[in-house]
């Protein structure tokens, strides 16, 4: 009971530091608010210098994880990943679009220079490479190792994931409070934050239920929607969906996510080697809350959602992101900061509030991803069986 708990520790955690900003902001100095607000600019930027780092990281050990395998398999894999995700992400933008178009479901928050929080000083870091390059260079050198040189690929790819592991989890992920109520703060004192706490709820019963139909939808299509068997392969899911919700960590729901789909395909070795491969890349639930949190945002900011075009674009590094993801609290947003600022112009506070949106969210998204991953399983079985008669390449 304690470690269920101790589970749900960081988003019970933040949703206080926006209750004491929403009820007790306002007695707080306005010098005091600025000064922590200039904390929380100084770690963003200090996350900002080191996402490039992480992105490579994450995406060369994410690359060599993959490649070992047999390589058909491997490179057979990665794009229906990517076909998935994007599929999702463009579903996303459907419902949003249509959901958030309209202004009236979400007021406009209001801002002017006489209720603005300026910060005290502001610390900005050289960028030593982009994003975009370490993205690349993560999946081409990932690659390249596994493929030419995969022992050695092996034992650098566990470096490099201890290193991330201890940016993240004893650097970052302890001082997340103190980056969230600088921003809160300052949409407190800016007047946004009551409208913010007022619409959202909306927000979340949209995101849930267009990502948990569009599961639901899969199951019955990749069942032919025969009614039985689609109930039946939902209900062998309801194990790794509880522990999905009550862990937060698609890697630690493994076990289940694997039996469940291990009864809902037909060779069940297929399972057993795109579970594991898919857990912290395939994210269906990271794919719907995303994007709705980022549309929304930009409504409650006044500005105008992407075009057709454009989201496109987002969704594509969206995508090639989603082999990035860190396996801690936040993890999914964390390496998606960059993406929405560069390709939808999210504000330093608009990236603060789309992190603490998801990270309260997280034991509902986390669990639509371990459900999204037991479609993926069937999804596969059906495609790969159809065009690849061996079975050597399932190892």
């Not at 070992?68 to 579903?91: D, E, H, Q, Y």
């Not at 005290?120 to 994003?131: C, E, H, R």
């Not at 239920?209 to 209900?235: E, H």
Request: a positive charge.
């Amino acid at each position: 009971m304690l470690a269920k708990l101790s589970s749900f520790k960081i988003p019970i955690l933040l949703s206080l530091i926006l209750l004491f900003s929403l009820m007790f902001g306002h007695i707080v100095p306005a010098q005091a608010k600025s000064f922590i607000y200039s904390l929380s600019l100084i770690l963003k930027e200090t996350l900002i210098f080191f996402l490039p780092f992480l992105i490579f990281a994450f995406l060369f050990s994410s690359m060599c994880q993959l490649q070992k395998g047999a390589l058909k398999f491997a490179l057979f894999l990665i794009p229906l990943i990517c076909l998935s995700n994007f599929t999702s992400a463009m579903v996303a933008y459907g419902v949003g679009n249509v959901a958030l178009g309209n202004n009236h479901l979400l007021s406009a928050v209001a801002h002017t220079s006489e209720t603005s929080l300026e910060p005290i000083w502001t610390i900005i870091f050289p960028k030593l490479i982009s994003n975009d390059y370490a993205l690349l260079f993560g999946i081409l050198f990932g690659i390249a190792f596994a493929f030419f040189a995969p022992q050695q690929a092996q034992r650098l790819s566990e470096k490099l994931l201890g290193i991330t592991s201890f940016i993240l989890k004893r650097l970052f992920i302890p001082v997340m409070p103190i980056f969230i109520l600088g921003f809160s703060l300052k949409l407190q004192h800016e007047q946004i934050l009551a409208t913010i706490c007022k619409d959202y709820l909306f927000v979340f019963i949209l995101i849930a239920s267009a990502a948990y139909g569009y599961i639901f939808f899969l199951y019955g299509f990749f069942n032919s929607f025969k009614g039985k068997a689609w109930f039946t392969s939902i209900q062998n899911m309801i194990p790794a969906l509880v522990s999905g919700f009550s862990t937060m960590s698609s890697a630690a729901s493994m076990p289940f996510t694997i039996l469940g789909s291990e009864k809902n395909i037909s060779r069940p070795e297929i399972a057993r080697a795109v579970i594991p491969a898919t857990a912290n890349n395939h994210l269906v639930g990271d794919c719907f809350a995303i994007p709705i949190f980022a549309l929304a945002i930009l409504v409650s900011f006044n500005s105008s959602l992407p075009s057709y075009s454009d989201y496109c674009i987002f969704a594509f590094y969206f995508v090639l992101a989603k082999f990035a993801v860190a396996g801690v609290p936040g993890g999914g947003v964390l390496v998606m900061l960059p993406v929405l600022e560069q390709h939808l112009g999210f504000s330093p506070m608009m990236l603060s509030l789309i992190t603490t949106l998801y990270i309260i969210f997280d034991p509902l998204i986390t669990s639509a991803n371990v459900a999204g991953n037991g479609a993926f399983a069937m999804f596969f079985s059906k495609v790969y069986g159809t065009i690849s008669k061996e079975t050597a390449v399932i190892e």
